[in-house]
């Protein structure tokens, strides 16, 4: 019986299904719900890990171990969890081990479109792309097979679209893997150089065996059609063209698309009168064929930037779209871009920033909406835990008394994932900064996932949470305070203090996101028409549940959760706190 | 080309369209049709546009509806539905709750909300349905069950029998939420333009 599953949710129940023992992950867009659905099943482990490095050296850890072990992150996760790969690579698997990484074509909600693929091939991997559900559940059983098969990771890619599309999936019984022995063996595991120039023989070796073994794979299909027009593609480019082009083109299909099966697209590029490769960002299959001396077109016609569509797709390669737009909408509608929630703790600190008119060094998390207007209170965000290091990098440039106006913000679980280190650097190089901490003890962009702040694990078992505070004067900082969002005047006072000590100072900005445990709502924030001059500060705070109605402000009760926000910034005292 | 049945949900984040979509997904599903959907999440969830493709039919390729293709378009807000109006196909059935939600711009007074949407779309189409949705879920107790009350309406032009919506809502939906969500389901089913 066939259910409907997001790419996700295949990807776990074909980890499941693997026999998959040790899984893990850090939460990012579009990969997230993979490790959320895998620990609902029985007999396995996983866990969110403090970031995507960590996850993979313990997926690393649990292959020597024997166990078949998952780890997975989105594209630029893997940027983190890079150093580990590349020597992965090297040292092969015992239990099988796959890498997911979940790209983001198009920028949904990342801050690059990098082209993972790339990174099989720099780690000399195989590479696996599914392009729809059932795909992605069955194809990672291969994956398993092949890792253990030859010795090796194998990087299994998903984009958006397949992450998060949803379709049906015939499901499977797991299969019961014994633990493979565990057998200490220095020259394969110990990566010195000695040990290691044997072993890039063999992982030169292993890329000639697979690139044989991807000629008969069953991962690789030629379609048959018109043969006019031959496409090479893989993941949901394929679906795309075949949508735009039907039975008038032939499809090459690659599942495994690293190393590209040569003698297979031989086969196919001579029974076609003109070959094409649709592929999203860069041009991954196409150089390598055309370093082959294949004659194929691809970014001549097709954006190296954002997603394809079929519509791009049949223009391109018919020069025609069988889709015709029929409605147009009237140019200059508003746009609706993201914003932080009714009650969204974040919000206080932002707008004490523009207040305070103060260069912040960003992060990544709900709070870079804090770079958009009105607050626009952000300077730079560059990837996780950057902040704290920008900030000591704008000091080291522009002196002590510049560093009096900058302060960097970081989320809870980014300051986990990355802001340690920086928070080091920060007091080991003399560093006289201010850092927030916005806790808002959870992970929130991503759909609120705990992490090593919270006290709670991926299964909301109890541990050990990780006091900021603490580790904050561990690491040598000796101005450390705790305030809470919701009270601006202390906020504001808070922030002034620090910033003008010239030492290190850490805030913790304290209180949980309101869309984790949504408050019960007893009050309500009332306007006094006659006190309500319209002077429209309030509005400044960019909350959804205020607007301005003829001349005057107006509470949306129905969203409004009552952090009284509105109130301590109205300076004509027409809104206050009443009884619902 | 194939039959395909394309469904276009568009709306503000916090609207249920994630939900309304997947019962879509599961109702076809049991009816024998292969499916497709493509979701919205991660920061565009907060607050922002969010617009969900759902396909259906013998054999279903690229998750995405292309512009001009869609046999519905699902507006759970008004602006929404304006703005998404492109992916309509010629004859296509417009769907509309006549709900306006504020962006943040507008909020601000700094640009306006605009004016006769109902009516430009209607123009437009020729067949807009403009469905009280919010005051039909308010009227049940439970603002959340707009997408239910627009998938109740949806429901009336597509030949899947009343109990496969019932029951894609049952195994969709958690459980004390069920008999809320079905109520509302009617409620859209039974709705007649006026």
Redesign the interface.
Same mark, same amino acid.
């Given at each position: 019986m %066939?259910?409907?599953l997001?790419g996700n949710e295949a990807v776990a129940r074909g980890a499941f299904e693997a026999g998959v023992k040790v899984a893990a992950a850090y939460p990012g867009?579009?990969s997230?719900e993979i490790l959320e659905n895998f620990v609902k099943y029985e007999g396995v482990y996983g866990e969110w890990s403090p970031n995507e490095k960590v996850a993979l050296e313990v997926g690393f850890g649990a292959s020597l171990g024997g166990a078949r072990a998952l780890v997975v992150m989105k594209h630029v996760g893997l940027n983190v969890a890079a150093d580990p790969l590349m020597t992965l690579s090297y040292i092969g698997v015992n239990g099988g081990l796959v890498v997911v990484t979940a790209d983001d074509p198009g920028m949904?909600?990342s801050q690059n479109e990098q082209d993972n693929r790339l990174y099989a091939r720099f780690a000399k991997i195989p590479l696996i792309e599914p392009s729809?559900s059932q795909e992605a559940k069955d194809f990672l059983k291969v994956a398993y097979d092949l890792s253990e098969r030859f010795d090796t990771p194998v990087l299994f890619r998903l984009t958006t =679209?397949v992450a998060?599309?949803?379709?049906?999936v015939v499901l499977g019984e797991r299969k019961q893997i014994p633990l493979r022995d565990y057998a200490k063996n220095v020259p394969k595991n110990v990566m010195l150089p000695v040990y290691a120039r044997q072993r890039h023989l063999r992982v030169e070796e292993r890329r000639k065996e697979l690139a044989t073994f991807a000629e008969k794979s069953t991962l690789n299909q030629i379609i048959w059609g018109g043969r006019k027009f031959g496409i090479i593609a893989s993941g949901?480019s394929y679906?795309?063209a =075949?949508? %735009?082009l039907?039975e008038e083109a032939s499809y090459l299909k690659l599942g495994l698309s690293y190393p590209l099966p040569l003698g297979l697209v031989r086969e196919f590029a001579e029974q076609v009168e003109q070959l094409f490769v649709v592929e999203e960002l860069e041009p991954f299959i196409e150089e390598q064929l055309k370093a082959a001396g294949f004659s194929v077109v691809g970014k001549e016609v097709f954006p190296r930037t954002g997603e394809l569509? /079929?519509?791009l797709i049949a223009r391109r390669i018919r020069g025609t *779209? /069988?889709?015709?737009?029929?409605? *147009? =909408?009237?140019e200059g509608?508003?746009?609706? /871009? #993201?914003?932080?929630?009714p009650g969204c703790p974040h919000r206080g600190v932002f707008y004490v920033l523009k207040k305070l008119k103060v260069v912040v060094t960003g992060d990544i998390g709900?709070y870079t909406?804090g770079a958009l /207007?009105?607050f626009q209170a952000m300077d730079s965000c560059l990837c996780m835990g950057a902040s704290i290091g920008a900030s000591l990098g704008l000091e080291k440039a522009r002196g002590k008394d510049f560093a009096r106006q900058v302060v960097a913000v970081i989320g809870d679980s980014t300051f986990v994932h990355s802001g340690l280190t920086g928070l080091v650097d920060l007091i080991y190089n003399k560093g006289t900064g201010t850092v927030i901490i916005l806790d808002n003890r959870t992970t929130a962009?991503?759909?609120h996932q705990d992490h090593p702040g919270t006290g709670f694990t991926i299964k909301k078992e109890e541990t050990k949470a990780l006091d900021f505070a603490e580790v904050a004067s561990a690491i040598g900082v000796k101005r450390v305070s705790t305030v809470d969002p919701y009270d601006l005047e202390n906020l504001e006072r808070v922030i002034q203090e620090e910033l003008a000590s010239e030492e290190v100072s850490v805030i913790i900005s304290k209180r949980p996101c309101v869309l984790l445990n949504p408050p019960k709502v007893d009050k309500r924030i009332e306007v006094d028409a006659d006190k309500c001059k319209g002077c429209?500060r309030c509005?400044q705070l %960019?909350c #959804?549940a205020? *607007?301005?109605a003829g001349d005057r402000v107006s509470v949306n009760e129905?969203i409004c959760n009552c952090c009284s926000l509105c109130v301590q910034v109205c300076p004509h005292q027409a809104l206050k706190v009443g009884e619902r | 080309m194939v039959e395909v049945v394309n469904i276009l949900l568009a709306g503000v984040g916090g609207q249920g369209i994630v939900l309304a979509s997947r019962v879509l997904a599961d109702v076809a599903l049991q009816s024998g049709k292969a499916v497709k959907v493509s979701e919205t999440h991660g920061m565009a969830q907060r607050g922002g546009s969010v617009v969900t493709h759902v396909r259906f039919g013998e054999q279903v390729y690229s998750p995405l509806i292309a512009l001009g293709q869609a046999d519905f378009l699902l507006g759970f807000e008004k602006l929404e539905a304006m703005r998404f109006l492109p992916y309509l196909k010629k004859d296509g059935r417009l769907i509309v709750n006549d709900q306006e939600i504020y962006p943040l711009n507008v909020l601000l007074g700094k640009e306006k909300y605009p004016p006769e949407i109902s009516s430009y779309l209607k123009e437009q189409t020729g067949q807009m349905c403009l469905v009280p949705a919010q005051e039909i879920a308010q009227q049940l107790g439970s603002p959340r069950v707009v997408n239910m009350v627009l998938l109740g309406v949806l429901a009336q032009f597509l030949d899947i029998p009343q109990e496969k919506w019932e029951e894609a809502i049952y195994r969709c939906v958690r459980p004390e939420f069920r008999e809320i969500n079905c109520q509302a389901f009617r409620k859209g089913f039974s709705w007649k333009s006026g």
């Open positions: %066939a259910v409907v997001s867009t579009p997230t949904h909600s729809d =679209r998060h599309g949803r379709s049906p949901v679906q795309y =075949r949508e %735009a039907g569509s /079929p519509e *779209s /069988p889709f015709q737009v029929h409605f *147009s =909408r009237p509608l508003p746009n609706r /871009p #993201p914003l932080m929630c709900c909406l /207007p009105p962009m991503t759909g429209k509005l %960019a #959804p205020l *607007s301005f129905e | -």
